[in-house]
């Protein structure tokens, strides 16, 4: 079964590849970025899984301590190169780290059901395709859209990208504890949303506002 997640990794990410030269350059650059989220999650994978055997596979522990600060600096780290090298663009910025972090959620979520196809119910797959997947892709545009700041500012570019990866680790340091509460965990399954739904508002006025303008 530890040949699994190759398997699976193979299976997702050769046809995603193959339509690569087909698709119109417009949309290839989130499809890239979508296929990068699916490396850093087998990545991260090998990576949780030499904490969780340090931890004497202490899932709790590991995943309100650990995780959150794996696997956020590695989903943030090719969208700092493609920020450092290529472009400060707000827009694109987003887009492509939201992509980064859905990728990387697909591959999570896909991973965990193969695994546990016989436990899993139709509540546990609306929870992990809108929470705990819109938390990924949050926490990584969170990255993203900040930077199209801190790229501009020089003197801002370290401390702020710091700041950044801090306050993407402790949203989902803070998710993560709230799901595996047996008290407060409706609250963490809607905490994703509560964030990307008025974001989502803000940026369709300001869109209005930019095409009336």
Known sequence: MESMIYILFICMVAPLLLSLPLIKKSSRGIMIFILIGIGTALFISEVNGVFLEMFDRNTI????TITPVTEEIIKA???LLYAFIY???RER???ASFAVGIGFAL???TYILTQTATDVTLG???VRGFSTALMHGICTAAVGFGMSFVRKKKKLFYCGTISLL???ITYHGIFNMLVQSETMKYFGFFLPAVTYIPLVIAMIL?????NSN
């Open 61 to 64: 522990m590991v995943t309100t």
């Open 77 to 79: 780290l090719p969208v």
């Open 87 to 89: 472009t400060d663009d």
């Open 93 to 95: 910025l987003l887009t």
């Open 107 to 109: 591959f999570e979520n």
């Open 124 to 126: 546990w797959a609306v």
């Open 166 to 168: 801090l306050l993407a």
């Open 206 to 210: 300001r869109y209005k506002k930019a």
